[in-house]
């Protein structure tokens, strides 16, 4: 028998609407007790924590990661991709198929199901192309993707542009039970554009990506969605007008969902001016929300850890995505882990790749811009990163419950620490955040009753 038990801490479970000071008991992998029935059932060979202080909540599930496995392993790979999960507090991750190739066969589905099981530090979702090798022109068999275990289809990185093809997507979909995920970007609106299209896109002279460019494509789905009656879910929520589109789809009923990501929260179009010309304008706000001590990390302008796609947005729309996470119209929180080689951001800004490493820093993120600034409890922003995930795409996951799969995270949320991307597990450092003093930390993960990571020394020894 294999016994962990946890003492001390602040259990906070949305899926049982539980937030207390109380124990809970893991048996060969599974949640044994909750309660003040844990510690006298614990086995007399249990290992003991004491988590005092901390957070102890269902494991944290991030849907929208990019591992890199097979084919761009340079950048990252199962085993460094989810070490970076663990440390950053997640237990669970779902894996974008735009690899190569692409995800878009039962075998590339098995392969990384394979590679996960062995390599993988936490459990691994895999999601399917929707169309053959990400073109957008020919549907991938939805079918034979769904039995290879599959979670859900994207074709993310990219964006269908043939709505029939989205339609028949969205049939197939709702034939197999299965989420559409999509990526909003209109081809012809945004073209070759690099980052909003604002003022400081005409201020840096770089060429812009118009909101319009997600927008256009939020409302199709919306149609798709009323059309088919498939569940359609859009990525990487960054504009206004996006929020706006599905707040009121959704008070219709629509099968409608979207994400956000902390980049798209924290920061706006101003930091690619300079690290400067943020924290003097657009950069305000967070003053409240850093720690007092904080200094303030620099950057140069044309930074291309700042450029992703979707680009940072103005304060207009930042404020927008707060507002949409706050009355729940987004429900899911998310870090599009998108990892990069040095050599590959190391370019002009119009040629370096878009995306940015999130794994190790976006719990802190989302604490700081979403609990410490009183928006939402903790329950409600855990829930975005544990029951709403797991509800979107069918997971047996993001519960205390007894008898669920023992996947826990342990962290505090005000624990004020300073990230080096350099320290970083991932294999990539393009992180906008590197020097950013943060507030909340993961302190532990447990996947399948198993300790992956524990920050703290009285976390990692038994007592
Ligand atoms: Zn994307």
């Given at each position: 028998m294999n016994a962990l038990l946890l003492t001390g801490g602040r259990i906070i479970d949305p899926a049982n609407r539980l937030d207390a000071p109380a124990d809970l008991l893991i048996v060969d992998g599974k949640i044994s007790a909750v309660g003040k029935d844990a510690a006298p059932k614990a086995p007399a060979e249990a290992e003991r924590l004491d988590v005092k202080g901390q957070i102890v909540c269902p494991g944290l599930i991030d849907l929208h990661v990019h591992l890199r496995e097979p084919g761009q392993t340079a950048k990252e790979n199962i085993a460094t991709g989810t070490a970076a999960a663990a440390r950053g507090g997640f237990t669970s991750l779902v894996c974008m198929p735009n690899t190569a190739p692409a995800i878009d066969s039962a075998g590339t589905v098995a392969l990384i199901r394979d590679r996960a099981a062995q390599a993988g530090i936490v459990n691994v979702f895999v999601t399917g192309a929707i169309t053959k090798n990400i073109a957008g022109e020919e549907l991938a068999p939805i079918g034979s993707l769904k039995r290879a275990g599959v979670v859900a289809i994207t074709d993310d990185g990219h964006c269908i542009q043939n709505n029939e093809l989205m339609r028949r997507a969205c049939e197939y979909a709702k034939m197999f039970d299965l989420t559409v995920m999509d990526h909003c970007q209109d081809y012809s609106l945004v073209t070759d554009g690099v980052m909003h299209e604002g003022y400081w896109n005409t201020a840096l002279g770089l060429r812009g990506w118009p909101s319009a460019g997600e927008e256009m494509i939020v409302a199709r789905n919306i149609l798709m969605a009323e059309l088919t009656g498939a569940r359609v879910h859009c990525q990487h929520l960054s504009a206004a007008g996006s929020v706006a589109l599905i707040r009121e789809a959704k008070k219709r009923g629509v099968p409608i969902s979207g994400e956000a990501c902390p980049h798209h929260f924290v920061l706006t179009d101003a930091a690619i001016a300079g690290g400067q010309k943020f924290w003097a304008t657009d950069?305000?706000?967070l003053l409240e929300v850093l720690p007092r001590q904080a200094t303030f990390p620099s950057w140069p302008n044309y930074d291309t850890n700042f450029k992703m796609n979707p680009p940072l947005r103005s304060a207009k729309d930042r404020e927008a995505i707060l507002e949409g996470l706050t009355d729940g119209t987004i429900e899911i929180l998310c870090s599009d882990h998108a990892p990069h080689c040095d050599y590959e951001k190391e370019v002009e800004f119009d040629y370096a790749p878009f995306g940015i490493t999130g794994l190790e820093t976006e719990l802190a993120l989302s604490l700081m811009q979403l609990y410490h600034t009183k928006r939402l409890s903790l329950s409600d922003v855990i829930a975005k990163y544990t029951t709403a995930p797991a509800r979107l795409l069918n997971l047996k996951k993001g519960t205390l419950s007894v008898?669920?799969?023992?996947d826990v995270t342990i962290f505090n949320p005000d624990q004020e620490w300073v990230f080096d991307v350099q320290a970083s597990a991932s294999k990539s450092k393009n992180s906008p955040f590197h020097n950013w003093t943060l507030k909340g930390r993961a302190t532990g993960a447990i996947v399948n009753g198993k300790?992956?990571?524990?920050?703290q020394p009285e976390l990692a020894g038994v007592q």
């Amino acid at each position: 028998m294999n016994a962990l038990l946890l003492t001390g801490g602040r259990i906070i479970d949305p899926a049982n609407r539980l937030d207390a000071p109380a124990d809970l008991l893991i048996v060969d992998g599974k949640i044994s007790a909750v309660g003040k029935d844990a510690a006298p059932k614990a086995p007399a060979e249990a290992e003991r924590l004491d988590v005092k202080g901390q957070i102890v909540c269902p494991g944290l599930i991030d849907l929208h990661v990019h591992l890199r496995e097979p084919g761009q392993t340079a950048k990252e790979n199962i085993a460094t991709g989810t070490a970076a999960a663990a440390r950053g507090g997640f237990t669970s991750l779902v894996c974008m198929p735009n690899t190569a190739p692409a995800i878009d066969s039962a075998g590339t589905v098995a392969l990384i199901r394979d590679r996960a099981a062995q390599a993988g530090i936490v459990n691994v979702f895999v999601t399917g192309a929707i169309t053959k090798n990400i073109a957008g022109e020919e549907l991938a068999p939805i079918g034979s993707l769904k039995r290879a275990g599959v979670v859900a289809i994207t074709d993310d990185g990219h964006c269908i542009q043939n709505n029939e093809l989205m339609r028949r997507a969205c049939e197939y979909a709702k034939m197999f039970d299965l989420t559409v995920m999509d990526h909003c970007q209109d081809y012809s609106l945004v073209t070759d554009g690099v980052m909003h299209e604002g003022y400081w896109n005409t201020a840096l002279g770089l060429r812009g990506w118009p909101s319009a460019g997600e927008e256009m494509i939020v409302a199709r789905n919306i149609l798709m969605a009323e059309l088919t009656g498939a569940r359609v879910h859009c990525q990487h929520l960054s504009a206004a007008g996006s929020v706006a589109l599905i707040r009121e789809a959704k008070k219709r009923g629509v099968p409608i969902s979207g994400e956000a990501c902390p980049h798209h929260f924290v920061l706006t179009d101003a930091a690619i001016a300079g690290g400067q010309k943020f924290w003097a304008t657009d950069g305000k706000p967070l003053l409240e929300v850093l720690p007092r001590q904080a200094t303030f990390p620099s950057w140069p302008n044309y930074d291309t850890n700042f450029k992703m796609n979707p680009p940072l947005r103005s304060a207009k729309d930042r404020e927008a995505i707060l507002e949409g996470l706050t009355d729940g119209t987004i429900e899911i929180l998310c870090s599009d882990h998108a990892p990069h080689c040095d050599y590959e951001k190391e370019v002009e800004f119009d040629y370096a790749p878009f995306g940015i490493t999130g794994l190790e820093t976006e719990l802190a993120l989302s604490l700081m811009q979403l609990y410490h600034t009183k928006r939402l409890s903790l329950s409600d922003v855990i829930a975005k990163y544990t029951t709403a995930p797991a509800r979107l795409l069918n997971l047996k996951k993001g519960t205390l419950s007894v008898g669920a799969d023992a996947d826990v995270t342990i962290f505090n949320p005000d624990q004020e620490w300073v990230f080096d991307v350099q320290a970083s597990a991932s294999k990539s450092k393009n992180s906008p955040f590197h020097n950013w003093t943060l507030k909340g930390r993961a302190t532990g993960a447990i996947v399948n009753g198993k300790k992956v990571f524990a920050e703290q020394p009285e976390l990692a020894g038994v007592q």
